[in-house]
């Protein structure tokens, strides 16, 4: 081949890689997404705490009723009121698969907006006798709690706890006992229960995670129902499908899933009702 021959040729590949480019251009290269933790950071999950009242800055439907994420726990007393209509359901137990869910925080929020929403008596009783935390989030420095009425016979009224929120008392865990499990098993529990009944209008029971401990299925089993948190990009399927069988082993009504770190354009916390999906 000529010379010629060949610069016509080199000229006209370069040609036609020109018009490829032109009419289907590569694109640049996407940039990489930081981890999940870092793109949360920049979302407002976490309201500002104001004032000195020492609450925790994750209880956002206490220092902001009117932020979006309240609304959705707004939406999910609105889904147990309508539950509610057919069945009657005074203790609902708060559960999740593992620890890290966001499981009590979903309680403590829950529970603040039933009492400043409903003209009713709201108590929640922070069930986790190995660790819970309900107190610290709400800044309460309790003398006795579940776990003394357990051992020790404690009467119930001493280990209430006034909250900074109308219509809303505390029963905080108590010291760490040595047989968690057995004291949630108990007749003293049984009868525990069935008193508060007697003298509040609704219980949310904060429970332990699922699959780690046998705590939180003997609470769901006594508990009229249980909502189940499930963490998003976490918790893997299996692992929920586990705790969700330990659940019905124990003949747990699981009236709801609330799922939380969301990514989408609805905010951290979404609500089905196994009522509408019993299958999914």
């Known amino acids: 081949m000529s010379r010629i021959s060949e610069a016509l040729s080199k000229a006209a590949e370069e040609n036609k890689a020109q018009v490829k480019e032109d009419v289907f251009p590569v694109p640049p290269p996407r940039p990489k997404k930081p981890p999940l933790e870092e793109r949360l950071k920049d979302r407002s999950y976490v309201a500002k705490a104001t004032g000195d009242s020492g609450i925790d800055p994750r209880v956002v439907t206490y220092f902001d009723p009117g932020a979006i994420i309240s609304e959705q726990y707004r939406s999910l007393r609105t889904n147990l009121l309508l539950n509610n209509l057919s069945k009657s359901q005074k203790t609902i137990a708060v559960c999740s698969s593992l620890q890290g869910e966001g499981k009590t925080v979903t309680s403590v929020n829950l529970a603040i907006t039933l009492a400043r ?61 040595h047989n968690p499990s057995e004291l949630l098993n108990s007749k003293k529990m049984k009868r525990a229960l069935e008193e508060l009944k007697s003298k509040f209008d609704y219980i949310i029971l904060d429970s332990p995670p699922i699959v780690p401990l046998t705590d939180a299925c003997i609470l769901g089993s006594q508990a009229d129902g249980v909502i189940f948190i499930v963490r998003a990009h976490r918790t893997p399927r299996r692992v929920v499908k586990q705790a969700q069988n330990m659940l019905e082993r124990v ?25 509408e999906s019993p299958n999914g």
């Open 117 to 177: 929403d409903l003209d009713k008596t709201i108590l929640l009783v922070d069930c986790d006798l190995r660790g819970g935390i309900v107190h610290q989030l709400l800044a309460l420095n309790p003398a006795a709690g579940l776990s003394d009425i357990l051992t020790n016979g404690a009467e119930l009224e001493s280990a209430f706890c006034r909250t900074r929120i109308n219509n809303l008392t505390v029963l905080p865990r108590g010291g760490i006992p």
């Open 251 to 275: 003949h747990a009504k699981i009236i709801g899933f609330v799922l939380t770190q969301t990514e989408n354009q609805i905010p951290e916390y979404t609500y089905r009702n196994t009522q």
